[in-house]
C-alpha cells in the first residue's frame, strides 16, 4: 500500500518563476492538505482540497493555488516565486477532512 | 487562531533517560491532538493522537501523551529513551469542533531531540 507520494524531490527556481508541486494521496483517501516548512520552523497550514474543491485556506497570499483532480490527487502551484518562498513543502492526506493526516516526504524548493 | 507552543527547541538526554516534551495549545474549545516525529531524512510520521476517551494515550514505540484540559497541554513522555528516539518532534492540534477550521492543523515549531549512547 503506497503512501503519499510527492514530487519532485528538489526543485531549484530563479525568483519570479513559477513552480508547480504535485501529491498522490495514499490510497483510499480523498483530502489532500498543504503545508509549507521553513527551516527550523514547524509546518504551516496553506490550504485543503476536498472532493476538488478547496475547502480551507491559510494565511497565504493569492500567489499560492491549488488544484485536486477527480482521483483525488493534489498540485500546488506558486506564482511570482520570492526568495521567501524556499521552503519543504509537505502534502498529507486523510480519509475525510477532520481525520488523522499522513504526511508524504516533501518537496525541497529552493529560490535563487 | 489556535496556536501551539512547544518550550523546549533542543533536549540532549543520555541512553535510558526519562523523556517529557512540553506542548501547550491556545484555543479552549474541542480539540484533537497530535504528536508527530521526523527521524533524519525521513518524512512526518504520526506517533499518537488524541481525539476523546482517555487522557492518557500510548502511541508506537513506548511513547505515551497525557491531555490536561484545564492546563491545554499535551505532553508527550518516554520513560527510558534510546539512541534511536534522536529525532525532531512536533505537537499539532486540530480544532475538531469548529467547521470552518476543521482539517487543518497547527503545528508548533518543533523540539530537537538527541540521545547520546
Known amino acids: 500500500d503506497a503512501g503519499v507520494t510527492q514530487s519532485p524531490t528538489h526543485l531549484i527556481k530563479t525568483r519570479g518563476q513559477q513552480v508547480t508541486l504535485r501529491c498522490s494521496p495514499k490510497s483510499g483517501h480523498d483530502t489532500v492538505s498543504w503545508y509549507q516548512q521553513a527551516l527550523g520552523q514547524g509546518p504551516q497550514f496553506i490550504f485543503q482540497?476536498?472532493?476538488?474543491?478547496?475547502?480551507q485556506r491559510g494565511n497565504f497570499p493569492d500567489r499560492f493555488s491549488g488544484h485536486q483532480f477527480p482521483n483525488y490527487s493534489s498540485e500546488l502551484n506558486v506564482n511570482a516565486l520570492l526568495l521567501g518562498d524556499s521552503a519543504l513543502y509537505l502534502c498529507a492526506s486523510s480519509l475525510n477532512q477532520g481525520d488523522e493526516q499522513y504526511f508524504g516526504p516533501g518537496t525541497r524548493l529552493t529560490v535563487t | 487562531a489556535q496556536s501551539v507552543s512547544q518550550h523546549n527547541h533542543h533536549v540532549i538526554l543520555s541512553e535510558a533517560a526519562s523523556l517529557e516534551l512540553g506542548c501547550n495549545y491556545s484555543?479552549?474549545?474541542?480539540?484533537?491532538l497530535f504528536w508527530y516525529v521526523q527521524y533524519p531524512g525521513q518524512h512526518l510520521q504520526l506517533l499518537l493522537k488524541y481525539f476523546s476517551g482517555d487522557p492518557l494515550v500510548k502511541g508506537i514505540k513506548g511513547f505515551e501523551a497525557e491531555f490536561i484540559k484545564s492546563k491545554f497541554s499535551f505532553n508527550l513522555r518516554k520513560p527510558s529513551v534510546q539512541w534511536s528516539d534522536t529525532a525532531e518532534y512536533f505537537c499539532a492540534v486540530n480544532d475538531s469542533g469548529r467547521g470552518s477550521t476543521l482539517g487543518r492543523l497547527y503545528f508548533g515549531r518543533g523540539t530537537q531531540l538527541t540521545v547520546w549512547p
Open positions: 482540497y476536498y472532493e476538488e474543491e478547496e475547502r
Open positions: 484555543y479552549g474549545g474541542t480539540v484533537n
